[in-house]
């Protein structure tokens, strides 16, 4: 509308959020990973997390995307990948919380490894599910192929 002021903060938030985004694409680009989320967000509970004693999920990170500075875990988003990795080796339930939004717009959060287990389950259900679509489109197809089923 004429006369109305422009969303300042708005504006700030999607530059900020723009950024960022071109930073990511960037450092992955150069270490040669594919993005396969549109968004996603990771924290760490430091009440739950054992601290260096453990660091399981600092070795088990695929881009050091999680490491130490100053007695505490830091992550570094714009090179974290969502993979799971992190908390399918963490010893501690409920301590690393991702969140990810996939190009098709479903939300997956998991902070166990059981969720993880769970939800690649279910992504893998659906690949051979697509598989099976793509080498035989209708029941006809299949039956071209290998006859009839024996009556």
């Not at 959020?17 to 040669?32: D, F, P, Y």
């Not at 396969?36 to 453990?54: A, L, N």
């Not at 010893?91 to 769970?118: K, L, N, Q, Y």
């Amino acid at each position: 509308m004429v006369g109305e002021a422009p969303d300042i903060f708005g504006l700030l938030v999607a530059a900020q959020e723009e950024k960022r985004r071109s930073v990511r694409e960037e450092v992955l680009s150069a270490l040669g990973i594919e993005d396969r989320f549109v968004k996603g967000s990771i924290w760490i509970d430091e009440r739950k997390c054992y601290g260096p004693q453990c660091d399981l999920c600092v070795k088990a990170c695929p881009t050091s995307a999680i490491f130490w500075r100053e007695g505490r875990l830091i992550v570094q988003e714009e090179v974290c990948i969502y993979c799971t990795a992190c908390v399918l080796n963490c010893m501690v339930e409920d301590c690393i919380h991702v969140r990810r939004v996939r190009p098709d717009g479903r939300v997956e959060e998991f902070s166990s490894a059981r969720e993880v287990a769970c939800l690649q389950r279910a992504v893998a259900g659906e690949k051979a599910v697509e598989a099976v679509e793509r080498i035989f489109p209708s029941p006809e197809d299949y039956i071209r192929r290998y006859g009839p089923w024996p009556r």
